[in-house]
């Protein structure tokens, strides 16, 4: 079913360091997964897609290099889609843009095809980043599409420039998550979509990692209920309003009287639907994964009583999404 593959853009004006950040997360982040990637470039020799080509995570990589897909993807891209749906059937698709392209054409040609974006990743230059702001209207549409600015060659930047170019980025994207690092060493487990699945098993596991995440902060927590929410507007609405540091909720959730079971994903306060399939509605009762910082030190009680009470199991008196701006006050709602 194409609607339920996650679809992962990176992004990033030229010379960001996108394909470096693409091969660190196949080669440390994503074994076991069922990965296939588009790399789009605009000259005819295609360097960037010759890397990736090689790695052993990598169930089938296709190269457009045909021009921009945000200009005119045309019939290359949507065959390239389903020939990779036919072929491999991924659990996650990864598209990497060229340097100049534009991410919302780019979002409403993946849409157009059934599929859904998981999330969009904007690789910036650090240390040039203020430049190709100025030079490109690219670089700036890049930046204001993504739902992570990830700060590539921090190493090369003075810590005060570093802290500049912080507040310019948030200025113009307060919604991203920013993210510093050198050589694309990233936090894949958040980024990407098979984060819902790889914090299920740690659970399940009861394993302990001490690694980048931890040093953020960044912790999760699964809500189980077999009580279905009551309306799914509602629902959108309560996970849109969660606190700036819950940057993601993934999983099942059950809605309405049915009820009708969907997969939910919520990205930096941007909440997306979809169906379930029929393998995963047979599972029975909502399961969601709550990845964010301080996620369970901080947060982890309130949101619980939130969901809780938006089920059809709670009393009339439960919270009321008004009283969202009260529980987090630094939240979005």
Same mark, same amino acid.
């Given at each position: 079913? #194409? &609607?339920?593959? #996650?679809?992962?853009?990176?992004?990033?004006?030229?010379?960001?360091?996108?394909?470096?950040?693409?091969?660190?997360?196949?080669?440390?982040?994503?074994?076991?997964?069922?990965?296939?990637?588009?790399?789009? *470039?605009?000259?005819?020799?295609?360097?960037?897609? /010759?890397?990736?080509?090689?790695? %052993?995570?990598? +169930?089938?990589?296709?190269?457009?290099?045909?021009?921009?897909?945000?200009?005119?993807? $045309?019939?290359?891209?949507?065959?390239?889609?389903?020939?990779?749906?036919?072929?491999?059937?991924? *659990?996650?698709?990864?598209?990497?843009?060229?340097?100049?392209?534009?991410?919302?054409?780019?979002?409403?040609?993946?849409? &157009?095809?059934?599929? @859904?974006?998981?999330?969009?990743?904007?690789?910036?230059?650090?240390?040039?980043?203020?430049? =190709?702001?100025?030079?490109?209207?690219?670089?700036?549409?890049?930046?204001?599409?993504?739902?992570? !600015?990830?700060?590539?060659?921090?190493?090369?930047?003075?810590?005060? &420039?570093?802290?500049?170019?912080? @507040?310019?980025?948030?200025?113009?994207?307060?919604?991203?998550?920013? =993210?510093?690092? *050198?050589?694309?060493?990233?936090?894949?487990?958040?980024?990407?979509?098979?984060?819902?699945?790889?914090?299920?098993?740690?659970?399940?596991?009861?394993?302990? @990692?001490?690694?980048?995440?931890?040093?953020?902060?960044?912790? &999760?927590?699964?809500?189980?209920? %077999?009580? #279905?929410?009551? +309306?799914?507007?509602?629902?959108?609405? !309560?996970?849109?309003?969660? #606190?700036?540091?819950?940057?993601?909720?993934?999983?099942?959730?059950?809605? $309405?009287?049915?009820?009708?079971?969907?997969?939910?994903?919520?990205?930096?306060?941007?909440?997306?639907?979809?169906?379930?399939?029929?393998?995963?509605?047979?599972?029975? @009762?909502?399961?969601?994964?709550?990845?964010?910082?301080?996620?369970?030190?901080? =947060?982890?009680?309130?949101? *619980?009583?939130?969901?809780?009470?938006?089920? !059809?199991?709670?009393?009339?008196? /439960?919270?009321?999404?008004?009283?969202?701006?009260?529980?987090?006050?630094? $939240?979005?709602?």
């Amino acid at each position: 079913m #194409p &609607s339920i593959v #996650p679809v992962n853009l990176i992004t990033g004006f030229l010379g960001a360091g996108k394909t470096t950040l693409l091969r660190h997360v196949l080669e440390h982040g994503l074994a076991g997964r069922r990965v296939a990637v588009i790399v789009n *470039e605009i000259g005819e020799i295609g360097i960037d897609g /010759r890397l990736i080509e090689g790695l %052993d995570n990598v +169930d089938q990589m296709v190269e457009l290099n045909s021009g921009c897909i945000c200009c005119s993807p $045309g019939l290359q891209f949507g065959l390239a889609v389903q020939e990779i749906l036919d072929t491999v059937k991924p *659990e996650l698709l990864v598209i990497e843009t060229t340097g100049t392209a534009q991410v919302g054409p780019l979002t409403a040609e993946v849409e &157009s095809l059934g599929l @859904r974006i998981d999330a969009v990743s904007c690789v910036v230059d650090a240390e040039h980043i203020a430049y =190709h702001l100025a030079q490109s209207v690219a670089a700036r549409e890049q930046v204001c599409h993504a739902d992570f !600015l990830v700060l590539n060659k921090c190493d090369l930047v003075a810590a005060s &420039s570093l802290a500049k170019v912080c @507040r310019r980025l948030t200025r113009l994207n307060g919604r991203a998550v920013q =993210h510093r690092t *050198e050589y694309g060493r990233v936090d894949y487990d958040l980024l990407f979509a098979t984060a819902g699945r790889t914090y299920r098993e740690r659970a399940q596991g009861g394993a302990t @990692r001490v690694d980048h995440l931890a040093a953020d902060g960044i912790e &999760s927590f699964i809500f189980e209920s %077999d009580h #279905p929410f009551r +309306d799914l507007d509602q629902l959108q609405r !309560l996970l849109g309003g969660l #606190p700036r540091d819950i940057y993601r909720v993934k999983g099942l959730v059950m809605v $309405g009287e049915g009820p009708q079971r969907y997969l939910a994903n919520v990205t930096c306060g941007r909440a997306q639907f979809d169906i379930a399939p029929a393998a995963l509605s047979q599972l029975g @009762r909502t399961s969601l994964v709550v990845i964010g910082r301080g996620a369970v030190t901080e =947060h982890r009680p309130v949101i *619980e009583r939130l969901f809780a009470g938006a089920t !059809l199991a709670a009393a009339p008196e /439960r919270p009321g999404l008004r009283s969202l701006g009260r529980l987090f006050p630094r $939240g979005r709602a």
